[in-house]
């Protein structure tokens, strides 16, 4: 019997392997146990710091594969995997910014871990890590409309783009999910990959993966029709988040001819 592919699965976290309100990961628990029996990288992807994904990551028994940080502007667990440009050199450009454009947005790096605290609702050693930037600069937009067209023009004269995410306007050098996605995939000889993700931020991951989900999250509005889901290549999931991760994988596993207790990507 031919073996299956060496598959490598990327997963957001937040509505996704998280829980949208509680951030339980236990309900994918059964397909994480089959995926680490199977020597299944799981690479975690999210908008989190190097320090909070090292937590989870942890917690979850997944600290042996890398992970994409930041929304794809760094890798952990990969070596040289890195871009040159530095969180330090993001707020070097943001501070040579024209002043009334400055003052307008309020980073991370301008707030106490107390602020942050109070405007994330994080507690404080929470706080404490998601300040601990590497390589993007998340923050709030305080001008009018029209000043955030010249702010965006004056990032990208700083090599800078601007992506709004929830509450916050996150600035960084423009390396996406995707593309530390496909750094990963390099590093790890990735014959076939699979990626879950439920926000508009994870839509250009789910297409350039070989097969995509999309995991339901009742707290979004219905995504579009994504490139790949009328051939089946990208499917939905009925259940929400880690419930619905769970049995989008174990059947996807079972597709590709996974079996329990199988070792094959040594």
Known sequence: MKNPPKLVLFSDLDGTLLDHETYAWKPAQSAL????????????????????????????????????????????????????????????????????????????GDMTVEEISTLTGLPKEAAQRAKARGYSEPGIWSGSDKALAKFTSALAEESLMAQHGGRFL???????????????????HAEITLALGDAPNDFAMLENADMGVIVANRHRPTPPLLRGEKEGRIIRTDAPGPAGWNDAVHGILDRLGFAEGQTLNG
């Not at 600035?171 to 996605?181: E, I, P, R, V, Y």
């Open 33 to 108: 146990k089959r995926l680490a029996a199977l020597r299944i990288p799981v690479v975690l992807t999210s908008s989190k710091t190097a320090c909070e994904m090292k937590v989870l990551q942890d917690d979850m028994g997944l600290g042996h594969w890398p992970a994409i940080v930041e929304n794809g502007a760094g890798v952990i667990g990969l070596p040289d995997a890195n871009p040159v440009e530095t969180y330090s050199d993001l707020r070097k450009a943001l501070d040579r910014l024209p002043r009334e454009l400055r003052q307008a947005f309020h980073g991370f």
């Open 170 to 188: 996150t600035l960084s050098f423009g390396q996406t999910k995707a593309d530390a996605m496909q750094t990963v995939i390099d590093a790890l």
